[in-house]
């Protein structure tokens, strides 16, 4: 079964700390691509990250990097430097060799000023 | 660049009563997926076209929800009849290829209440 676990449905962060959401999920499969998604309020989901689960080097871009670990079947999303902007849904996802997307059931982040 | 855009943005129905939910894509994207999101739970996909075609439609829960995409350009997803349980956020995406890594642009969503 491909399923992806997001076991905090909500979170906040002060503004400027840095917080984690965290996701595991299951597939058989050995190859894949992680996805973490980012839905704004009243707004569609954007793409913030993504990771080849054959690449060991931890993506990143900008304030956002993720925490892999392929034998755990983890993988995590760090914030640093929080914004107000970055208040949001995200969700993590990952797909195989199909074309669609697994997802989560998404952690709702809250930012406070 | 317009992104996807999805029409309504909100609709709400009577069970027993249809339907249709439209799809515009990113000009230029030859795949087009359906996803929805029931109230709480994970998003799930429906299907994926390769222009006019249905390449998968292995999610598409039952055969009262029917998929089309004219020409290759626009998605229709048609319910009917509607039922309380297909009440949910139902999300169009398209990318311009095929493939487990590519991005997939997500629209900003048509919310369905089946009352």
């Known amino acids: 079964a491909q399923t992806v676990t997001q076991s905090q449905p909500e979170m906040s962060v002060q503004e400027a700390e840095t917080v984690t959401l965290s996701c595991t999920y299951d597939?058989?499969?050995?190859?894949?691509?992680l996805f973490w998604y980012k839905q704004p309020p009243s707004r569609q989901m954007i793409l913030v990250i993504r990771?080849?689960?054959?690449?060991?080097q931890n993506a990143t871009e900008n304030r956002f990097s993720v925490n892999f670990q392929k034998a755990a079947k983890s993988f995590s999303l760090k914030i640093s430097d929080s914004q107000l902007g970055d208040t949001a849904m995200y969700f993590c996802?990952?797909?195989?060799?199909?074309?669609?997307?697994?997802f989560g059931t998404g952690t709702r982040l809250t930012v406070i000023p | 660049e317009a992104g996807v855009t999805q029409f309504p943005s909100h609709s709400v129905i009577e069970k027993g009563q249809t339907v249709t939910l439209r799809c515009d894509p990113i000009s230029g994207h030859d795949n087009l997926y359906w996803y929805r999101r029931v109230m709480g739970k994970e998003i799930k996909f429906l299907l994926h076209f390769v222009k006019e075609s249905k390449q998968d439609e292995s999610g598409m829960p039952n055969n009262r929800f029917l998929a089309e995409r004219t020409g290759g350009t626009y998605s229709t997803l048609k319910v009917q009849p509607a039922e309380l349980e297909d009440s949910g956020v139902y999300f169009c995406?398209?990318?311009?290829?095929?493939?487990?890594?590519?991005?997939?642009?997500f629209g900003p969503g048509t919310r369905l209440t089946v009352t």
């Open positions: 597939t058989s499969e050995n190859n894949y691509y």
């Open positions: 996802a990952f797909s195989t060799g199909a074309n669609n997307l697994f």
């Open positions: 990771q080849e689960a054959y690449k060991q």
């Open positions: 995406a398209s990318s311009q290829d095929v493939g487990f890594g590519y991005e997939q642009y």
